[in-house]
């Protein structure tokens, strides 16, 4: 890596660190500011005023706002997330045992999404204004354009209820596997994860699909592909070699903004199929107005959300030779 | 050799890896058994006196005892009714004093036996204010509880009523000193015991899987008998939907609440499942505020005036509500009560549907379509107000849009506000409401319910709408007291038809429950106040095993 390149990354991380400051502050004094208690109890029920008083005083929530924020950020810097009212544990426990599960989900979705959308993306710009072109478009359309929360509750009816081949909800079997312990409960896993991951990459898969015909149809009319072709290059070479990595590019940048699509969307999908995630977790907390709770998971998702930005600012740069970095740490684009 | 694409080669492995897997599985006879519950909550904590969850209560039923326990009557007044648990048998020792004599073969699960110390030691924590217990409130007539000898514990009262031994015995479930005793009673809810506990009931903790599942094995030493069904697992599912498909699927045994017409229907199409309906504990009604929205020192300029909450009651077909949403599994309550308090009472004076009756009224009181707006107004103000409903119930929602309809008919205009239900409890908490569709759960006994929701005790509590009818407290004091269930029967509807005739609210429905089991169940008794009170009393047969009862581990 060059100074430059060095100094560009070392200026991106401070700001995501700053980014990341932000997120957390704007997140802490939103869900202060919110209505409701987080002793609310059940919805038309009382709560318990001594309850209720006993939890602002443990965790002196009866503090200035400011002061209250000073506290929360001594302890994060000794990596201390602060204790969760609500699950009656510290949230670190509570973000071990459920981050796992959302990458999982994550990372299955994204792994659909990527290889389902990018083969149709390419299929269908071999094969423009054509039959399987048409059909794929309007159906990655139908598909990009359903509500996630339908679509999986659909899923759920005819996969899980109807025809029972897949599992309706849960991240396992609860009698033969209530722990990977054997290469069947993985197995299990793999079969629990298959309705909400698809859920999840379907949808992503839908768009990324419609990106990448545009960025390939982009390509194709460029010289060089043109050349290739006009040389006798066989056919399956240019697209591979010549317009797929030429279109990489937009795809890059997709993976990039998939980070945002897929933690918000693991929160509806995590509730919905009962999948034990940070989501639902970060769902739950809100409700009960679990200060701590929300603030970790929002922080644990801007860092995501962030580092996967910056990875993707550090691939396109690697992708592209035209991409270099000028003194003032921008990406630059040198031929435009 | 041929070559294989990589793809089936995976292929080929994968079955070759699952068919070496084989589901381990062997148990046989009438000790096997797994029941999968699909809970739509999961506890913050397994120790009893933290919460009020019912989910805590569900579980708590498997692992701690009461000394005894409401009957399959859920009668309680008197002792007669009673099943003894870890009292083997009681006699009173005075007017205000009852003996309670424990079984001496109780153990908890670690040998240790169960003495009259723990009954002691019990009763101090559940009544500490720093445990903050919501049982607490429900044992303020109890003086104190000692121990006489090991096996002997002794309730003193602070005065004599009909309902003394259902609350010595119905909110406390006995804990076990010797190993909560070093626990500051300021962190009891987060103590690890909560979430690892050693009980004395039918079955022990095994594993709690958080988000996912918890799971008992039945003590085969109980010395009650050991539970036919060996394994309860609670799947935990935030969502009611998916809990019921899970259900009907065949991917758990219980689902103890359908809640829907359509879920009842779907479960009943499912041919491995059973369908038991029983008495459900909750009612809903539309509760008006009678004092100013957001200022507790006025009166409510609409609502505080009798005559006009009587005519909004007359002019909601509260039947047809009912029948349209919900068909079998609602019925309108005659007062202020679920179907599982044994004073319900079809002949209960209540108000008619009677819309021209309504209107009559309106117009007597000034209300009237002056400016031929279509809605009523009365010195330039319309009659218009808003209907607080938390977004988490359907139901409730639901009910407000049809309210609202209604009430246009007879030219009131409504608003409806659909709020998070911490910012619904927060605006309820403070008087910033005009009307509230509400929800209550009661517990078998009448008199800790009404008295919390409908007389000044409330105030600042569940008494929302701070109702106030000095005649009303007065005859539900009569009916707490009364010796007898006859006498306590007649003061209750007496009770009742004060209430219904100042009308303090609407109300609209009692859930009926509906449980959907496993039909290879046997024996399935369910109790209207806690369907898993019973549980360790359901079998298989060993004709029905599946293979989840089987799995050995």
Redesign the interface.
């Given at each position: 890596m060059t100074a430059v390149g060095g100094m560009w990354l070392v200026r991106r991380l401070v700001a995501s660190v700053a980014i990341i400051v932000a997120v957390v502050t704007f997140v802490f004094i939103l869900i202060h500011a919110a209505?409701?208690?987080p002793c609310?109890?059940?919805?038309?029920?009382?709560?318990?005023?001594?309850?209720c008083e006993?939890l602002i005083r443990?965790f002196a929530l009866d503090r200035p706002l400011y002061e209250q924020y000073w506290r929360y950020l001594v302890a994060l810097a000794h990596g201390d997330f602060g204790?969760s009212f609500?699950?009656?544990?510290p949230v670190r426990d509570?973000l071990a045992?459920?981050i796992p599960f959302t990458l999982q989900l994550a990372g299955a979705a994204l792994l659909l999404d990527f290889v389902l959308g990018l083969g149709l993306g390419i299929y269908q710009a071999g094969r423009v204004n054509r039959l399987p072109d048409v059909i794929i478009g309007n159906a990655t359309l139908f598909i990009y354009s359903l509500p996630t929360f339908w679509l999986a509750?659909l899923l759920?009816?005819v996969f899980?209820?109807k025809l029972?081949w897949f599992?309706?909800?849960?991240?396992?079997d609860?009698?033969?596997c209530?722990?990977i312990d054997?290469?069947?409960c993985l197995?299990d896993r793999l079969w629990h994860l298959v309705l909400p991951a698809a859920t999840l990459g379907l949808v992503g898969a839908a768009g990324t699909a419609r990106f990448q015909r545009a960025a390939m149809l982009e390509v194709a009319s460029q010289d060089y592909v043109r050349t290739a072709r006009a040389k006798g290059v066989p056919e399956r070479r240019v697209v591979l070699r010549h317009q797929l990595r030429n279109a990489l590019l937009s795809f890059i940048t997709r993976f990039g903004l998939a980070f945002p699509f897929l933690l918000t969307g693991a929160v509806l999908i995590e509730?919905?199929?009962?999948w034990?995630g940070m989501g639902?977790?970060a769902f739950?907390a809100i409700?009960?107005?679990d200060y701590a709770l929300v603030t970790a998971t929002a922080l644990i998702a801007s860092v995501v959300v962030v580092a996967g930005n910056l990875l993707a600012d550090i691939l396109l740069g690697i992708a592209d030779p035209r991409l270099r970095v000028r003194g003032g740490g921008e990406l630059e684009n040198v031929t435009a | 050799m041929p070559r294989r694409a990589p793809f089936q080669v995976l292929v080929i492995l994968a079955v070759v890896t699952l068919a070496g897997c084989e589901r381990r599985g062997g148990c046989t006879g009438a000790y096997c058994g797994t029941l999968i519950n699909a809970a739509v909550a999961e506890p913050p904590t397994l120790l009893p006196p933290s919460s009020e969850n019912v989910v805590v209560g569900d579980i708590g039923e498997q692992l701690f005892l009461k000394l005894a326990d409401v009957g399959m009557s859920t009668n309680t007044i008197g002792d007669e009714d009673f099943q003894p648990l870890l009292a083997q048998r009681w006699e009173w020792d005075g007017p205000l004093t009852l003996v309670f004599h424990l079984d001496p073969r109780a153990r908890w699960q670690d040998g240790q036996p169960v003495t009259a110390a723990d009954v002691e030691f019990t009763f101090n924590a559940y009544t500490d204010s720093a445990v903050g217990s919501p049982f607490r409130p429900k044992l303020r007539r109890i003086a104190s509880v000692t121990q006489r000898d090991a096996s002997t514990a002794v309730f003193r009262f602070h005065e004599r009523y009909p309902e003394m031994f259902y609350d010595a015995v119905y909110h406390m479930r006995i804990l076990p000193a010797h190993l909560l005793r070093a626990v500051p009673r300021d962190q009891w809810k987060t103590a690890p015991f909560g979430r690892q506990p050693v009980g004395d009931g039918p079955y022990r903790f095994v594993s709690w899987q958080a988000a996912q599942s918890l799971e008992l094995v039945a003590d085969s030493t109980f010395f009650l008998g050991r539970p036919p069904i060996r394994r309860l697992i609670w799947r935990f599912t935030p969502n009611l939907q998916v809990a019921v498909q899970q259900v009907i699927a065949d991917q758990a045994d219980v689902r103890e609440q359908l809640v829907t017409p359509d879920n009842v229907e779907r479960a009943r199409a499912a041919k491995q499942l059973t369908i038991y309906p029983f008495r459900g504990n909750v009612y809903t009604y539309l509760g008006f505020n009678l004092r100013a929205n957001g200022d507790t020192s006025k009166p409510n300029p609409i609502f505080a005036d009798r005559d006009v909450r009587r005519a909004l009651s007359m002019a909601v077909d509260r039947a047809s509500l009912v029948k349209s949403t919900l068909g079998d599994l609602g019925k309108v309550p005659p007062g202020p009560m679920s179907s599982l308090l044994g004073i319900w009472d079809p002949e209960i004076r209540q108000l008619p549907y009677d819309t021209a009756q309504a209107a009559r009224i309106l117009n007597a009181h000034g209300w009237r379509d002056h400016d031929g707006d279509g809605i009523r107004d009365k010195n330039g103000q319309p009659l218009a107000f808003h209907i607080l409903v938390p977004t988490t119930s359907v139901l409730r929602r639901q009910y407000a849009r049809l309210l609202q309809e209604q009430f246009r008919a007879i030219g009131v205009q409504t608003d409806i506000d659909e709020l998070e239900f911490s910012v619904v409890n927060e605006r309820l908490s403070s008087g910033k409401f005009d009307t509230s569709v509400l929800s209550r759960g009661n517990d078998p006994s009448p008199g800790s319910g009404i008295t919390q929701t409908w007389t000044r005790a409330g105030f600042g509590g569940s008494n929302f709408g701070r109702y106030y009818n000095a005649e009303f407290e007065r005859v539900v004091d009569l009916a707490i007291a009364a010796p007898t269930r006859e006498r306590a029967r007649a003061l209750w509807k007496a009770a009742m038809e004060t209430i219904n005739a100042d009308a303090p609210g609407i109300f609209l429905y009692a859930l009926e429950n509906v449980a959907a089991v496993h039909s290879r169940f046997d024996n399935v008794q369910i109790r209207p106040d806690s369907w898993a009170a019973l549980l360790r009393t359901w079998r298989i047969p060993p004709d029905r095993l599946i293979d989840r009862d089987r799995v050995e581990r």
């Open positions: 209505p409701g208690k609310a109890g059940q919805p038309g029920e009382a709560a318990d005023p001594v309850v006993q443990q204790y609500s699950l009656h544990r509570a045992e459920t509750l759920l009816l899980g209820e029972g599992p309706v909800g849960g991240p396992n609860p009698i033969f209530p722990v054997s290469a069947y197995f509730t919905i199929f009962a034990p639902r977790l739950d409700l009960a107005r | -």
